[in-house]
């Protein structure tokens, strides 16, 4: 792979994710940790990137909010990605009016603002983690599904399959064994340009206070709270709107520098 | 949606039931959840979208006719923005085949791609409002409200279209009627405008749908940022607040408008592609 700015992109998030699972190590100051003395201190000294209006070091929050994006980016991703595959394989395999109906519902998620469902969705399903996954996932596997179908429609057609067929293997047996290990290398672009789309609606959602609620922070909400005091101490949404933004540039790089890889 | 704790009026402050009762009473919420359902139908049949529970003496119907305007003037100002600016640098970077534009462009786009809304909106307000007091930071009053608020909704469906601009008309460039309108002496600016404009400019209407619904979107983000009287606002406060008939109201106005956009699109399409035309 000669692909520089995927290499740096990939160096980066390595080096992001590392961080982040070390967090407690590589933390100056305790997650919570107020320090009354320095309350909305400004950058340098010894808050290397200030405090916040309680006082607690921004560089150790922005670092614990990296695990919490980061886990809600993959989770929700990975979980878009299987709902996609098994969507648009079953879809795609059995083809005819089936199809045409299950991509008409797809059609409709897709045509329909993500913010929107997403917001919808998480009235039911809560401001958890786990919630915030939920409604996120339930949005973002549309896409998936549509390009795994596409997939799909092409290998069908392939000799092997064909063959599978032949000896009597059942449908399932056919789609899970036969067609989708060949269509790995989709879903693993599918995965990298997933997980930037839903770090990037996390954070919108959590900026706008819908998201991850307090005490837990991701990036998302660290914003909100720097928007509350951006007048005086913008470092507060600088630092993380900085960090959402190259870690999402990074995973776009990466991505883009796998579609090409894969397409050859 | 009813199923979720914590309802509109549950206060910080325990009410004496009594009131409870009544308010629960004026707006219909001690009735079974069918009943409810079956009269908040009946209302829509004839246009009403009934009360608000936040706003009390404002009905949906009037908090929408004051909102709905503000925000499909912003998002018709961020749809030509972003026309504007994307469709002439795709075309543009299709055109002249240099490596250095091409780089130029792409790391544009994707820095497009990928700076979220807010974190340009507030750097916009940062820089512009209070650092050199250029243009107003909030509000909704004049154009000069209206600048930062259409740059920032406008700059990602912009990069966007440049791209899907771009690749449409590298696409359009390789067919063999590029080659015959230059082998029949036509000068290079107008193959690029009269061949390949009209035949990409079919391929990005399509993705017009996409772009408004990505529009509604950032226009909850832009609206509560730049503090703009409009649905998205209203919509966000709404879900804050638990108040279930602005919610509904606005999700349906926004539905509805979504369904418009593409059937527009459609019309649109079969008008500029002769090929689909003659298909139906």
């Not at chain 2, 009813?2 to 009594?18: H, N, Q, S, Y």
């Not at chain 2, 004839?46 to 503000?70: E, M």
Request: glycine fraction near 10%.
């Amino acid at each position: 792979m000669r692909n520089i700015p995927g290499l740096v992109s990939l160096v980066f998030l390595a080096l992001l994710s590392l961080s982040a699972i070390f967090a407690p190590i590589l933390s100056p100051f305790p997650y919570g940790a107020q320090d009354q003395g320095a309350i909305l201190a400004s950058p340098g000294g010894q808050h290397l990137l200030g405090t916040d209006m309680l006082g607690r070091d921004l560089l150790s929050r922005l670092l614990y909010g990296a695990r919490v994006s980061l886990v809600v980016g993959l989770l929700s991703a990975l979980t878009a990605v299987f709902i996609g595959m098994f969507y648009g394989a079953v879809s795609g395999y059995i083809g005819g009016r089936v199809d045409n109906w299950m991509m008409r519902f797809v059609d409709a998620i897709y045509a329909l603002p993500d913010l929107l469902v997403i917001i919808l969705i998480s009235i039911w399903t809560g401001q958890g983690i786990v919630g915030i996954c939920l409604a996120l996932s339930l949005v973002s596997w549309v896409g998936v599904a549509r390009v795994i179908r596409g997939e799909v429609l092409k290998l069908k057609e392939e000799a092997f399959v064909e063959a599978a067929r032949a000896m009597g293997s059942s449908p399932l047996r056919i789609i899970f064994q036969h067609i989708l290990p060949n269509t790995l290398g989709v879903l693993m672009v599918a995965l990298t340009l997933r997980i930037p789309a839903v770090i990037f609606a996390e954070s919108s959602l959590s900026f706008l206070g819908l998201g991850i609620q307090p005490p837990m922070a991701s990036w998302g909400s660290l914003a909100h709270e720097g928007w509350l005091a951006l007048r005086f101490y913008p470092h507060l949404l600088v630092f993380p709107g900085v960090a959402i933004f190259l870690t999402v540039l990074a995973f776009n790089y990466l991505g883009e520098g796998l579609h090409e890889a894969i397409q050859g | 949606m009813r199923a979720v704790p914590g309802g509109p009026f549950d206060k910080d402050k325990v009410l004496p039931p009594e009131i409870k009762a009544n308010i629960e009473a004026k707006y219909h919420l001690n009735e079974s959840i069918t009943k409810q359902y079956l009269r908040y139908m009946a209302g829509l049949v004839r246009g009403d979208l009934g009360p608000s529970y936040k706003y009390l003496s404002r009905t949906v119907n009037d908090i929408l006719a004051d909102s709905f305007p503000v925000s499909l003037t912003l998002g018709l100002l961020a749809l030509a923005l972003s026309l504007a600016l994307g469709l002439p640098a795709g075309i543009l970077s299709a055109v002249i085949r240099s490596g250095w534009a091409e780089g130029a462009f792409l790391f544009l786009t994707t820095l497009g791609i990928s700076l979220p809304t807010f974190v340009l909106g507030s750097l916009l307000v940062l820089g512009f409002s209070m650092a050199l007091f250029l243009l107003p930071p909030a509000l909704w009053e004049g154009w000069r409200y209206a600048v930062l608020p259409v740059i920032t909704l406008g700059i990602l469906p912009a990069s966007y279209i440049a791209r899907y601009t771009r690749t449409s008309c590298l696409d359009v460039l390789s067919k063999e009627f590029i080659l015959s309108a230059r082998a029949k002496g036509l000068e290079e600016s107008a193959v690029v405008l009269k061949h390949v404009l009209k035949n990409s400019l079919t391929s990005v209407v399509s993705i017009t749908g996409p772009i408004a619904a990505g529009l509604v979107s950032g226009s909850f983000l832009v609206e509560y940022i730049f503090s703009i009287p409009g649905m998205g606002k209203h919509f966000v406060q709404a879900v804050s607040n638990r108040d279930y008939p602005l919610i509904m109201g606005t999700t349906l106005i926004y539905t509805i408008l979504i369904v418009a956009a593409n059937i527009l699109v459609d019309i649109a399409y079969g008008l500029l592609d002769p090929r689909i035309r003659e298909k139906q």
